[in-house]
């Protein structure tokens, strides 16, 4: 299947939010929070397992004042499940260690320099976590969104002197593994469907030499989609020698098409980089369908650009969505109605959002 993806004459993006949690998961391997991990799968194993225990667990949360809500298990196929295991962890502390205290249990509750270990480790988390939700959504442009989130990754993963060694172990390895990801996610296309975002066009996320090479590109994109749009040639009979010696001095002696075209482009971009930047909850599609007149070389492009999906979330949220509705027990639905009930639930999904 892959192979025959390599065929089609489309170009490849990986999935940024597959990328950015296989760098968690490789991050926290051997970073010194394996041990105080394996101790919370322990416990939350111990109310999963049993309905009893988990009875006696919610009782502690309401004699603490607390919502009942079951603990979490993280798994490595769930992204996010880490984090929100170790949240549901600090909330019910002091429920979870009057249970165990009260069952007399050989799973043990985690010590306060574990929970401290815990709270650093939700702070290193939770950015993920943003950056994944966000570049996980179908309602607005993202891949636009995906070079500026992934220099505030590299942002908060920035060592500083109060960090512990456990701390600093996860930061270097998630960087070094998030920087060699990133530079095999098609960057230029990445580069300039940020460059082509009106919210993003400044390009702070890139450094300044990066920012001449995208507008060359741009430009040099420009170029090609006018040429492609110009009429073929027609095709007349091979000229004379001579013919062809007159033809080559009036060729001389004239101004150079290729020369206009790349003034044209030029202004065209002069046009668009001085143009205000939009609000960062604005959308960029609507931008340049406004604008349109204004920038009728660019807008096609960007259209194009922009309209890609960081993620594969949207296409694997609706196969999913798909699956519960198609089963055999509903085998004989029609296609049409297969088609109306995925569009209803979908719609009811996004609503609820």
């Known amino acids: 299947m892959v192979a025959a993806a390599r065929l089609l004459p489309f170009k490849h993006l990986p999935c940024m939010a597959h990328s950015l949690q296989r760098t968690v998961t490789v991050s926290l391997k051997d970073s010194g929070f394996e041990s105080v991990l394996a101790k919370c799968r322990k416990i939350v194993g111990h109310f999963k397992h049993s309905p009893s ?13 607390l919502k009942q809500e079951s603990l979490a298990q993280d798994v490595a196929t769930r992204w996010n499940s880490a984090l929100e295991m170790v949240k549901r962890m600090q909330r019910n502390k002091s429920p979870l260690t009057t249970t165990l205290a009260q069952q007399k249990s050989k799973v043990t509750m985690v010590t306060d320099p574990e929970l401290a270990k815990l709270q650093k480790l939700e702070e290193l988390l939770e950015p993920c976590r943003y950056v994944t939700e966000l570049l996980g959504g179908e309602q607005y442009v993202s891949c636009s969104v995906v070079l500026p989130a992934l220099r505030h990754l590299f942002r908060v993963m920035e060592p500083s002197d109060d960090d512990p060694v456990y701390v600093l172990r996860f930061k270097k390895a998630f960087t070094t593994d998030l920087a060699q990801r990133k530079d095999s996610t098609n960057l230029k296309w990445r580069k300039i469907t940020t460059a082509l975002d009106p919210r993003f066009k400044d390009l702070k996320c890139l450094t300044k030499d990066e920012r001449s090479e995208v507008w060359a590109s741009v430009r040099d994109l420009m170029m090609r989609e006018t040429r492609a749009q110009q009429p073929p040639a027609e095709t007349t009979e091979e000229p004379s020698p001579k013919k062809r010696r007159r033809m080559s001095i009036l060729l001389c002696s004239s101004d150079s098409d290729t020369d ?40 096609p492009i960007a259209r194009k650009y922009l309209s890609t999906p960081a993620t594969t979330v949207p296409c694997e949220r609706l196969f999913s969505l798909s699956g519960h509705i198609v089963q055999k027990k509903q085998a004989s639905l029609s296609p049409h109605n297969v088609n109306k009930l995925v569009c209803l639930s979908n719609w009811l999904n996004v609503k609820k959002d």
């Open 53 to 65: 225990n988990a009875q006696e667990l919610n009782e502690e949360q309401v004699a603490h004042g």
């Open 260 to 299: 206009d075209e790349e003034e044209s482009i030029e202004h065209c971009l002069d046009r668009y980089k001085p143009e205000p930047k939009m609000d960062i909850e604005g959308c960029p599609l609507q931008w340049w369908s406004k604008r349109e007149g204004a920038h009728a070389r660019l807008a």
